[in-house]
């Protein structure tokens, strides 16, 4: 099964954890589209600068902090996405209780450590 993936918070640099993210899930046969602050590209992977209305997502996994997901809540709930994992340091309660609201499944896990084990 692909778990097409939206790595939202996306970076074009290497160092950090959203883009090794981008890398570890195409290394692994995902689809992945991204959504960042900066149009690019990260292992054949276009990061949008725009909100898109992407169609069959999996799963969003968030690279953003809380207090800048507030202006993005009702545009990640109207994905639809079957699950959102909030990676470390993105955990975000306030958030957690609008997508129970929207019967969106949600973990606080890291994309990495799920991918490295097996788990995705």
């Known amino acids: 099964m692909n778990k097409k993936t939206l790595v939202f918070g996306a970076s074009l640099k290497p160092n950090r954890y959203s883009n090794y993210a981008i890398q570890r899930l195409i290394a692994n046969k995902f689809k992945v589209v991204a959504f960042g602050l900066k149009k690019g590209d990260v292992s054949g992977v276009q990061i949008d600068d725009t909100l898109l209305p992407y169609k069959d ?64």
């Open 57 to 120: 997502l999996h799963t969003v996994t968030l690279y953003l902090s809380p207090k800048r997901q507030s202006a993005y809540y009702d545009y990640i709930v109207s994905l639809k996405p079957e699950r959102v994992i909030f990676n470390p340091g993105t955990e975000n309660p306030e958030f957690y209780k609008i997508l129970k609201e929207n019967n969106i499944p949600f973990e606080a896990a890291c994309t990495l450590v799920l991918l490295s084990t097996n788990q995705y």
